[in-house]
């Protein structure tokens, strides 16, 4: 099956920085990667989701980036605020939608004033 | 839209008791799944329906764990008995033609 492997664990970044957390996945089959955002006590939501046959997406200070050739792909948050830190999942699909997702282990984001 | 509904919100219970957790997703999405949190395995997908029917069970972790979809707007998570080890964040979460949208769970402790 699937193997999501997601790095750093925790991430802490000065406000106003950039902060990059980075997947990578095993099946070659996968083709829909979503990044779900997670703050304390609540659930995870959907921040910005992408599919192969897009190299990279951008939504205002959010983008990801795709690399299928190597399997990959990476998160990206400029100009972080404190409302930015929650922990980060990346996920994997093969199913080009939401069935059959696999996780990473998380990404603890701490944006420090 | 209310969004995917998961009752209770908290559980505590004791070794050997029965658990029963509730969800109810969003009106028009046919896929229905359950995952569980914790801290050491992360988000783990247990099980998922598609309208209605069980496709994938293979993460459910023993047989004292079952699911059930009865209808569109509603689904049960079952553990019995409960033990220690069950105590987690579960999350029902729910799917169409979009992205997956999830519950606020149920933090399950099992003492």
């Known amino acids: 099956g699937e193997n999501v492997e997601q790095h750093p664990s925790t991430l802490s970044v000065q406000e106003g920085d950039s902060a990059v957390i980075k997947c990578t996945y095993s099946d070659s089959a996968s083709n829909y990667f979503p990044w779900y955002k997670q703050e304390l006590g609540k659930r995870p939501q959907l921040i910005i989701d992408?599919?192969?046959?897009?190299g990279e997406k951008k939504d205002q200070r959010i983008a990801v980036t795709l690399n299928k050739t190597a399997k990959h792909f990476s998160l990206h948050i400029t100009e972080t605020q404190p409302e930015d830190s929650a922990v980060y999942f990346c996920a994997a699909s093969r199913a080009g939608s939401a069935r059959q997702l696999t996780f990473g282990s998380g990404t603890q984001l701490t944006v420090l004033p | 839209d209310a969004g995917v509904i998961q009752s209770p919100r908290h559980e505590v219970t004791e070794m050997g008791q029965e658990v029963t957790l509730r969800c109810k997703p969003i009106s028009g999405h046919d896929y229905l799944f359950w995952y569980r949190q914790t801290m050491m395995r992360g988000l783990e997908l247990l099980i998922y329906?598609?309208?209605?029917?069980?496709?994938?069970d293979s993460g459910m972790p023993e047989d004292r764990f079952s699911a059930k979809m009865p209808n569109a707007s509603f689904s049960t998570l079952k553990i019995q008995p409960s033990e220690p080890r069950d105590s987690a964040v579960y999350f029902c979460a729910s799917s169409g033609n979009s992205p997956l949208h999830f519950g606020n769970g149920t933090r399950l402790t099992v003492t």
């Open positions: 992408i599919r192969s046959n897009v």
């Open positions: 329906f598609n309208n209605n029917v069980p496709i994938d």
